[in-house]
């Protein structure tokens, strides 16, 4: 029997692993689900061994889906054995006490004024349950479609051409019908359809909305999904909205950036966009957990593209240059997806239905468009949504599972349900030592400019100077298992 010791803290994304006492893993900048599934294996063959005794020193639900890799392992191996035990570690709930005394403490007036209005917002954030889910992208690559097709109805406009000209903030909520409600500068309206999405669209004073309704892959999560959809960069209207987008992008520090992409990525349009983004986070570490990126309208990709995990890899590659080391990327087919879900719903018109039957026919026929093979998901999460989806086997939801959408979805779940909460806690973390730091250079200068005056404030400068200090080194404790 070997003796397994497996440490997993979430919040730095580091898993050390060691047997016998001895170093065996050691992983930085990925989840522990990403790769934990081949574990057993991993540890079969290096120590040709059939029984461990683990012990994991992590969070109660990153155990729970290690205990469920082994037992299904067990299952498959008979003479495979494993004893599992956990120590307890700081609860995310422990956590954001601890960080609710950080605010606490931060009321006391000794850190600069300047920034207490964006400490405040910064908390507001933390407790706030909304997980946003901003989709970028240049023009036209898909977003609304992408939206429309998680939505499962056809709600937002998009076009060839240049087409969405507001913010969109898409809520989800507990709702008995399949309708949609929008708030307009504080008026709401009843049952909208996509026309009026569309009069809505072309109106030049509004710049901003919201929506809310039931988006169905996500309804019985605790958290409440808002999904974002923007313009394309040029694409808002005037100076002003271009301002508000700029200033959305800017403010987006919670959220999740699902970055969508087509067969034309990297060009300038790409590259400028995804910089500025990049830029804005700049100084922040993982930053490849702020993002999805969505490879989309795989449907068009011919025989002589290649293979599609050549395009996947130079995407890697491009991302990589940017400074995004193993991104998440899921390829899709939105616009198949969202049709296929308006016949399923028998929403579709006569002309809708022949494009989807044509669409579904060659989804179903050409391997190299189909995205389920990709999806950056576990074996047991990917085969648990196509053992699902294929209880109704007609060629429709065949052709569904090929789009990658209920793929995307999943990923969005497990976001939802497991990472959240673990990135608000360190996105807090991190923007407030950002603004330490600032307020810390900011009375710096203040100190050189009254120079005169040196004996005179030098003191609440030491005295605040240590706070700052203090409430740091929590901070960075509170990163810690
Ligand atoms: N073949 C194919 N076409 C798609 C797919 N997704 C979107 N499209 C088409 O691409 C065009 C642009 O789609 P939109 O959803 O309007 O793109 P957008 O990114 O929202 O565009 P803007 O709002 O103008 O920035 C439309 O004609 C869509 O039908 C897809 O998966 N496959
Ligand atoms: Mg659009």
């Not at 599992?84 to 600069?112: A, C, G, Y």
């Not at 809520?171 to 409600?181: A, L, R, Y």
Request: with cysteine.
């Amino acid at each position: 029997m070997k003796k397994v010791f497996i440490k997993y803290n979430p919040y730095k994304l580091e898993t050390t692993i060691s047997v016998d006492e001895n170093p065996f893993i050691q992983k930085n900048n990925t989840y522990l689900q990403e790769w934990a599934e081949d574990l057993p294996k991993l540890l079969c063959e290096r120590y040709s061994d059939q029984f461990f005794d683990i012990t994991f020193y992590g969070p109660l639900a990153d155990y729970a889906d290690l205990k469920s890799i082994f037992s299904e392992y067990c299952l498959k191996h008979k003479t495979f054995n494993v004893l599992l035990d956990r120590i307890h570690v700081e609860t995310v709930e422990d956590k954001i006490r601890r960080l609710d005394e950080v605010f606490q403490k931060l009321q006391d007036k000794s850190i600069d004024k300047l920034y207490t209005q964006e400490i405040t917002d910064v908390f507001k954030q933390l407790h706030n349950n909304e997980i946003q889910v901003c989709v970028v992208a240049p023009m036209s690559v898909g977003k609304s479609t992408l939206i429309n097709a998680l939505l499962g109805d056809k709600l937002l406009p998009s076009k060839q051409e240049s087409c969405t000209s507001l913010v969109t903030y898409i809520k989800e909520i507990d709702s008995p019908t399949d309708s949609w409600k929008v708030h307009v500068y504080g008026r709401s309206y009843e049952n909208v359809t996509l026309k009026d999405m569309q009069r809505l669209n072309s109106d030049n004073s509004i710049s901003q909305i919201t929506i809310e309704g039931n988006i169905p892959f996500i309804s019985d999560c605790h958290m409440r999904l808002v999904l974002i959809d923007t313009p394309g960069p040029n694409n808002a209207r005037n100076q002003y909205h271009r301002e508000r987008q700029q200033e959305l992008l800017s403010h987006l520090s919670h959220s999740l950036i699902m970055y969508v992409m087509d067969s034309t990525f990297g060009t300038t349009d790409d590259d400028e966009l995804l910089r500025s983004i990049i830029k804005e986070r700049s100084g922040h570490n993982y930053l490849r957990d702020r993002f999805i990126f969505v490879i989309n309208k795989m449907d068009e990709r011919k025989q002589e593209d290649g293979p599609m995990e050549k395009t996947l890899a130079d995407i890697r590659t491009y991302l990589k240059s940017l400074g995004i080391v193993n991104p998440l990327l899921f390829p899709v087919s939105a616009l198949a997806a969202l049709n296929i879900r308006m016949v399923q719903a028998q929403k579709a018109d006569k002309e809708l239905s022949e494009d989807t039957r044509w669409m579904v026919q060659k989804l179903n026929k050409r391997s190299y468009t189909q995205c389920e093979r990709l999806a950056p998901l576990s074996c047991n999460s990917a085969n648990k949504i196509v053992a699902h989806l294929k209880d109704n086997k007609d060629i429709y939801t065949e052709a569904l599972i090929h789009s990658g959408i209920p793929f995307l979805e999943e990923a969005l779940k497990q976001y939802a349900e497991q990472y959240a909460n673990i990135v608000k806690i360190r996105t807090t973390v991190e923007i407030l030592k950002e603004l330490f730091q600032k307020s810390a250079e900011n009375r710096a200068q203040k100190y050189k400019k009254e120079d005169g005056f040196k004996e005179k404030i030098m003191s609440p400068i030491e005295f605040s100077k240590e706070s700052i200090k203090q409430v740091e080194d929590t901070l960075d404790s509170i990163l810690d298992i």
